[in-house]
Every structure is written in structure tokens, then in C-alpha cells.
């Protein structure tokens, strides 16, 4: 029998709790330390129902009511770092002998990236962003968000330069290099969709995360890291 994140944590709540029931009758002398273990499973219960609850009303959101609140570069920092998700760790056809022992960095970012755009043109992510005004010389943006129609995408894609960091650039390109399709900044993406087409973390995981302190993948730390590796050995190698 397999347990569940949540399941294994409410096991050892309770179990937590029938020890704080149980110090006062086998240690009289430590009876707050049974009050503590109580306040611990009962807090730890507490949001552990918060948690479960709040998740299943954002996975049974209505889509005509989905608001924008979370930018693109979030969205890709939350898929690669607090989900399970299947990321590519290397660009494809990419040979290390060639290039030295220095792993691959921030292709994981581009796999999420390339996933959300995929979601978008199938229609079960919604996106929105400020609209490019007038010709595209002028480079006037709207400040309200819009939400992005599905067929954008046919002819659209991400400009990832600037869809890894807060940015004020045009985050969407033309795939044929047309001038005059209108383009988009400040992609927003809505928390709840994200999280249903990517789910979290099970809280075991996360828990463990943090416990062991395990660091956060950045693509832009990644890749000046990288950059600046190849870049001394060829200067050794001169």
C-alpha cells in the first residue's frame, strides 16, 4: 500500500498526537510537552486541510471567471523547480564532448516555456498581455491586459530573451518574421490553470526540499555561470 504526500503527513500528525496524549499519563512531570505535541498535530491538521481544499477549488475554477496573476517568467520558474514535471536537461542533438565536461544549464527553462506555448495553442491555457499600438516603428503599448485570442498562436510565438526575467521588451514575436503582427508584453498567465496543467509538489517533497535546502534553478545564474566557464577555457586553451 503507497501513501500520498498529504497522507503520510496526516499519518505522522496523528501519530504526534496520540504522543502528546499519551506524555502526561507516562510523564506527569512534562505535561506541556504533551500540550505542544497537541498544538503541533492540530496546527499541522489545520493546513494541511487549507492546503487540500484550496487546491481543489482552484482545480474546479470556472474558466470564464480566470484571472491574470502570474507573469510568464514565474509560471516557467514554478514548472521547473516545484513540479515533477519531465524537463529536457540538454538541448537536442547536443553532444558534451564537444563543448567540454561543463553540464548543459537552463534548457529545463526552455522546455517549460516551450510546454506553456504548446498548452496555449491547444486552448487549455489562457494568456494575456499589454498589446502592441499602432505601427510597429511607434512601439506604444496599451497599459490594460488583454487577454491573447487562441489563433495568435498559429502565426506567434514566445521572443524568449525576454520570457525568463521581468521584462518591459515584447515577449512575442512573429514565426515569419512579419512586422506588422501585432505583439504582446507583460505575459500573465492565471495561477489556478497553471497549476492543473502542472501540479505541485506532494508536501512530503516540498517538505524535504526545503529541509535539505535544496537550491532553486535559475536560467539566467545558469547560464553567465556557463558563459563564463567556456569563456576561461578558451582562454586557456590560447
Known amino acids: 500500500m503507497r ?8 499519518i505522522v500528525l496523528g501519530l504526534l498526537g496520540c504522543a502528546g496524549v499519551g506524555v502526561p499519563m507516562v510523564m506527569p512531570q512534562y505535561l506541556w510537552l504533551g500540550w505542544v505535541f497537541i498544538g503541533i498535530a492540530l496546527i499541522g491538521f489545520i493546513l494541511l486541510g487549507c492546503n487540500h481544499l484550496f487546491g481543489r477549488r482552484q482545480e474546479g475554477s470556472d474558466p470564464g471567471s480566470l484571472l491574470p496573476d502570474i507573469p510568464v517568467s514565474e509560471a516557467v520558474d ?6 515533477t514535471t519531465p524537463l529536457r536537461s540538454s538541448p537536442k542533438g547536443y553532444d558534451p564532448a564537444a563543448v567540454g565536461l561543463f553540464p548543459w544549464t537552463g534548457e529545463q527553462h526552455m522546455d517549460a516555456l516551450e510546454q506553456i506555448f504548446q498548452q496555449a495553442t491547444l486552448g487549455q491555457l489562457h494568456l494575456w498581455g499589454q498589446m502592441r499600438i499602432g505601427p510597429p516603428s511607434a512601439q506604444r503599448y496599451g497599459d490594460a491586459l488583454r487577454e491573447i485570442p487562441k489563433g495568435y498562436w498559429e502565426s506567434a510565438d514566445f521572443n524568449v530573451l525576454f520570457c525568463f526575467h521581468a521584462s518591459d521588451s515584447p515577449q512575442t514575436r512573429s514565426q515569419t518574421g512579419d512586422e506588422n503582427l501585432t505583439t504582446y508584453k507583460r505575459l500573465t498567465l492565471n495561477r489556478g490553470e497553471v ?7 506532494r ?10 535546502r535544496k537550491p532553486r ?3 539566467d545564474s545558469q547560464v553567465r555561470e556557463a558563459q563564463a566557464f567556456y569563456s576561461k577555457r578558451g582562454q586557456r586553451s590560447q
Do not use: H, M
Request: charged share 30%; net charge positive; no cysteine.
Open 203 to 212: 508536501l512530503l517533497r516540498r517538505f524535504r526540499d526545503w529541509a535539505t
Open 3 to 10: 501513501f500520498s504526500g498529504e497522507g503520510t503527513i496526516g
Open 195 to 201: 497549476k492543473r496543467l502542472w501540479p505541485q509538489k
Open 78 to 83: 514554478y514548472i521547473v523547480n516545484d513540479t
Open 217 to 219: 534553478l535559475y536560467r
